[in-house]
């Protein structure tokens, strides 16, 4: 054959680098699904045929078909066609087309996904005398139809823990309590379409679910370059956006701080009409110095601050703040009561409990050194079995990133699926970029044990090695 790859594919193999055909087609497949060009019912060529016109073997075909199966995207049965699964968009609109997604999980030994927190030390005893002080001293009100503001009495203790951990300069009548930083999301995103505000810049990297998440709400998304000093608000500026989703505290997934004079710059670009919505992501988990203040404080009029007790209690626990500018609340509190009418009143007591007995600090303190040790433990490792590796975000947060700046862009995504292979989950960076970039691996170290840290690298260090050029 002459090359030229199927017609709904548009590909010529010839144009494709030595050893990524593979992930090429698997890509390209995925758009032509995303795209509406493969809809849903619609079979896909037989891995012989689509093997002969593309010139390659069939063996890559059907890889290629495996992994597109292993993602959700088709169905494949003994004796009929491989056809595309119903509802399989692999990328909500708006969304840029990702490099590849992320590996499988199934044979996973050791999960070092970022951001995965260490739920097995979530405090149960304290959370259970929180909870039975909540059940003896809730009144008939409290258990009715509330403020879907939040419960007042969670509303007054966040006050004061984001003062005391933050710095921020807030009152009980500031904060929002929301199901997640997702639900903040959604919410400005819902409240800023309807003002007229259809773009928000992005940093990139940056955080894949957040993006999906604004864009599932309708938002185009501008991606803002991050380098070593935080987002380039230069860039920024450039774009034209009204409003950015920052993580200015401690970037994911470079674990970088906004340095001062971005922060400078940053606020002085929000006073000029604009809105900066401020993901204050693991601004807890800082291990080698002090945190810095969240933004919000130096700027109230012009940041929506919010966070969430994710990483420091646990995700199934559902409960997150948002502080938004005086001129948003009225929208936002409209738009958090169509949606859920408030969050659940007994979850909201028994965080409030836990906050004003002191016992939510002393569990981020005792948190706090567990993680370090484990980080610790995952650095020696590294240092050991990787020792020419670039690790960065090492101060704080919950994973590392080894970056990988001499590689091909996008080989990231082939290693990382290396690596599950033999039984160890990580993220890829090029799965959190929306513009190509170097590469990298995330490491995430919170919920491990150092033994099995240590495992883990050993396992992947000889895939990392064998990548090089």
């Given at each position: 054959m002459d090359g030229a790859g199927a017609d709904f594919l548009s590909l010529d193999v010839r144009s494709v680098p030595r050893g990524r055909i593979t992930e090429e087609l698997v890509r390209r497949l995925r758009e032509a699904v995303a795209e509406g060009r493969l809809a849903p019912g619609d079979a896909l060529p037989p891995t012989r045929v689509l093997a002969g016109d593309l010139g390659v073997s069939r063996g890559v075909v059907v890889e290629v078909y495996r992994r597109l199966a292993d993602e959700g995207l088709v169905a494949a049965r003994t004796g009929s066609a491989t056809r595309v699964l119903a509802g399989a968009n692999?990328?909500?609109?708006?969304?840029?087309?990702?490099?590849?997604?992320?590996?499988?999980?199934?044979?996973?030994?050791?999960?070092?996904?970022?951001?995965?927190?260490?739920?097995?030390?979530?405090?149960?005893?304290?959370?259970?005398?929180?909870?039975?002080?909540?059940?003896?001293?809730?009144?008939?009100?409290?258990?009715?139809?509330?403020?879907?503001?939040?419960?007042?009495?969670?509303?007054?203790?966040?006050?004061?823990?984001?003062?005391?951990?933050?710095?921020?300069?807030?009152?009980?009548?500031?904060?929002?309590?929301?199901?997640?930083?997702?639900?903040?999301?959604?919410?400005?995103?819902?409240?800023?379409?309807?003002?007229?505000?259809?773009?928000?810049?992005?940093?990139?990297?940056?955080?894949?679910?957040?993006?999906?998440a604004l864009a599932h709400w309708g938002l185009q998304l501008e991606p803002v370059p991050v380098d070593g000093h935080g987002a380039r608000v230069d860039a920024l500026a450039r774009s034209g956006v009204e409003a950015v989703l920052l993580t200015p505290a401690h970037q994911f997934p470079t674990g970088v701080v906004l340095a001062p004079q971005r922060r400078r710059e940053l606020l002085e670009w929000a006073r000029g009409g604009n809105l900066v919505v401020e993901d204050d992501y693991d601004a807890e988990h800082r291990y080698d110095r002090a945190p810095v203040p969240a933004l919000h404080a130096s700027a109230p009029e012009h940041v929506?601050?919010?966070?969430?007790?994710?990483?420091?209690?646990?995700?199934?626990?559902?409960?997150?703040?948002?502080?938004?500018?005086?001129?948003?609340?009225?929208?936002?509190?409209?738009?958090?009561?169509?949606a859920d009418l408030g969050n659940p009143a007994l979850p909201q007591l028994v965080l409030a409990e836990l906050i004003a007995a002191g016992d939510l600090e002393r569990h981020v303190r005792r948190v706090r050194a567990r993680q370090r040790a484990r980080r610790d433990a995952l650095l020696a490792a590294l240092h050991r079995h990787l020792p020419a590796a670039r690790v960065e975000g090492v101060?704080?947060?919950?994973?590392?990133?080894?970056?990988?700046?001499?590689?091909e862009p996008g080989s990231d995504v082939e290693l990382a699926v290396r690596a599950a292979g033999v039984g160890v989950l990580v993220h890829p960076l090029s799965w959190h970029r929306v513009r190509p970039g170097?590469?990298?691996?995330?490491?995430?170290?919170?919920?491990?044990?150092p033994d099995a840290l240590v495992e883990a690298v050993r396992r992947i260090a000889p895939l990392v090695t064998a990548a090089r050029p």
């Open positions: 692999p990328t909500p609109p708006g969304v840029p087309a990702e490099p590849g997604p992320p590996p499988p999980t199934t044979g996973v030994e050791f999960d070092l996904a970022p951001g995965v927190p260490d739920v097995a030390a979530f405090p149960r005893a304290a959370w259970l005398r929180a909870e039975r002080t909540v059940l003896r001293e809730a009144t008939g009100a409290d258990l009715g139809y509330g403020d879907p503001r939040g419960h007042p009495r969670l509303r007054g203790e966040l006050a004061g823990w984001l003062a005391r951990t933050r710095g921020m300069r807030v009152g009980a009548e500031d904060v929002l309590v929301v199901a997640g930083v997702a639900q903040s999301l959604a919410l400005l995103a819902q409240v800023l379409r309807a003002r007229g505000v259809t773009r928000i810049g992005v940093e990139d990297p940056g955080a894949r679910g957040a993006r999906e929506a601050c919010t966070g969430s007790t994710s990483k420091t209690l646990a995700p199934g626990a559902r409960i997150g703040w948002l502080v938004a500018p005086h001129r948003l609340r009225g929208d936002l509190v409209a738009a958090k009561h169509a101060a704080a947060g919950l994973h590392l990133l080894v970056t990988l700046p001499h590689r170097p590469p990298g691996l995330l490491l995430g170290y919170a919920a491990t044990t």
